[in-house]
């Protein structure tokens, strides 16, 4: 039993924020409210890491319905791995895609964290990879001014930054960093080791190394605590915070360095393909942007993807199998589909697509 499309429905896993009614005002609900759910993981092959809370079979795996039967989609790909994720990327990662997507959206600003590099994570976590991560801002919310924190623009030493985690002195860890502000359409790339915060009202995709690896170091912020569980990925606290960069980062090289400017790889009168993150920023994925203003079909190169549609309406059709896609919809495309057909709805002027590739082995 192959699929040559496969359709996701919502995948919403708790987290230590809260938020979540952006994602529900981008699916089309009626009632839109914030949780303890903010996040919805898109194909995951990845487990949720929430230490301290009440365990939860499966969290952060991807679900889908075949033929009425329910499968967790890591099962599934095991079923024809070299159909769905190709026999290179099996050989290296065997199913783990290799990246994870994510709908996020904050109702607060994010406890100040960080993620390991690769090479941290190889050497004290026994990880294959760490969480550099990337943002597609698609939206905010009214009557706010969206920011990030990024890097250090006032950095400490890190004796003081220590000091700072562990008597939670506030005031001190505010006084390191200033607001960087952000927009719906920006793409940022935040590598390992960075400290950052999403602020608050951001409605994004979140594209990322397939790990769930995380030192906070705010503990409680709008009334939710961090478990001590949770707080230095059950390491010794010193060992976990030498992953913090003391490099400053000054507001203007934030925006110069790491605020990606999409690149244009084709423009035609059928459709138009950027690349928002390429291998200049990372060789575990690859994050592309399709405006499709009229029907074509499209050649695949071996690579499976996994997509969203950020506007618009349409059909997509792969060998004898086909799906409608809607804003919102989170799709996969097996690696062995070679081509690609994309019928607009009549009602549509254009469809956009984020569509997630893995890096090229």
Known sequence: ?????IHFTANRVRRNYGGGSGIDRFDGELNCK?????EDWIASTVRANNPGLAPIANEGLAKISVDGVEWLFIDFLAGDPGFYLGNKHVE???????????????????HV???PTADFARKYLDSEFGKLECYYILDCREGIDPYIRFGFQHPPSPEEWQRI??????????????????????????PGGFPHAIGEGLTMVEVMEPTDLVVRCEFIREGIEVPPEARFMDRDPELALKIFDFTELTLENALQDYRVTPEVLENNEKYTLQRLIGDRQTPCFEILKMIVKKSCTRSL???????????????????DEHIRVIRSSRFFIPAAIEKLQIQLDSSSEE?????????RI
């Open 1 to 5: 039993m192959k699929k040559s499309l």
């Open 34 to 38: 914030d949780s303890d759910r903010p």
């Open 165 to 190: 985690v562990f008597e939670q002195d506030i005031d001190a860890m505010d006084a390191c960093f200033e607001k960087i502000p952000v927009k719906p359409g920006d793409v940022w790339y935040i």
């Open 113 to 115: 964290q960080a993620h």
């Open 92 to 110: 290296k990662h065997g199913v783990n895609l290799g990246f994870l997507v994510k709908l996020l959206d904050s109702s607060m600003r994010l």
């Open 301 to 319: 190169d071996e690579r499976f993807c996994v997509g969203i549609c950020l506007n618009g309406k349409g059909i997509l059709q792969a060998s």
């Open 351 to 359: 469809m956009e697509m984020i569509i997630c590739l893995p890096g």
